[in-house]
Structure formats: structure tokens, C-alpha cells
Nanobody
Framework: LQLVESGGGLVQPGGSLRLSCAASESIPGYYSIAWFRQAPGKEREAVSCINFNDGSSAYAADVRNRFTLFRDSAKNTAYLQMNSLKVEDTAVYYC???????????????????WGQGTQVTVSS
């Protein structure tokens, strides 16, 4: 299973972007899906995740009500809709999927087996 992100780019503060994460094959329905990001000099952090096994989901506090994670199973694609973007949202964004690996918290990177290569999002005026 391979994941390919797209949709990143340069956007002004207050703007919107939609990131896509296309899978090379069908993602099992019980797999979790997540978006992480890593800014220069910072650790990778979970932006949003959904655990389809138990129905739980999570958003980082600073993106709640601005970002939305959703999937289109028919297209084997997950998305991250990002609105009201801020300069501090600048980072490389990664999608991930997996069955949890006995880590229940979908915000934990160890929850995932498959990662994309990342797409750069730059928010600047």
C-alpha cells in the first residue's frame, strides 16, 4: 500500500487548501487515517485522525473548526480541508494509515504502518 499526497502550495493567511492522499489500493474499512505535519525545527504532530475501528476521532486544538478530515472510499482517497489558514500552519503535511499496531490513540505515529512522502504547505503574505 502506497500513499501519495498532493494539494500543497503557497497560500495567503485566511486562505484555504485541500490536501489529498491517494492510496494505491483499497484501504481496509477498519484502518485509521490521519494527517500529521512537521514544521522546521519541530517534531511531527498529529493534525487530525479518525479511528474507523472504534469510531473515535481527534483534531489538534489549534486546527479544530478550521480543518476537516474526510475520506472517499470509492476513490481510495482521504482529504484534509484546511480553511482560515494561518502562518503557523506552515509545515510539511503527511498522511498515514494503518490498523493501530496495538496503539489505541490515533494521534500516536506508531498507530500507522503506511506513510506518504509529504506535501509542503506554506502560508505567507
Amino acid at each position: 500500500l502506497q500513499l501519495v499526497e498532493s494539494g500543497g502550495g503557497l497560500v495567503q493567511p485566511g486562505g484555504s487548501l485541500r490536501l489529498s492522499c491517494a492510496a494505491s489500493e483499497s484501504i481496509p474499512g477498519y484502518y485509521s487515517i490521519a494527517w500529521f505535519r512537521q514544521a522546521p525545527g519541530k517534531e511531527r504532530e498529529a493534525v487530525s485522525c479518525i479511528n474507523f475501528n472504534d469510531g473515535s476521532s481527534a483534531y489538534a486544538a489549534d486546527v479544530r473548526n478550521r480543518f476537516t478530515l474526510f475520506r472517499d472510499s470509492a476513490k481510495n482517497t482521504a482529504y484534509l480541508q484546511m480553511n482560515s489558514l494561518k502562518v503557523e500552519d506552515t509545515a510539511v503535511y503527511y498522511c498515514a494509515t494503518g490498523d493501530g499496531n496495538d496503539y489505541s490513540d490515533c494521534r500516536n505515529p506508531n498507530h500507522y504502518d503506511y506513510w506518504g512522502q509529504g506535501t509542503q504547505v506554506t502560508v505567507s503574505s
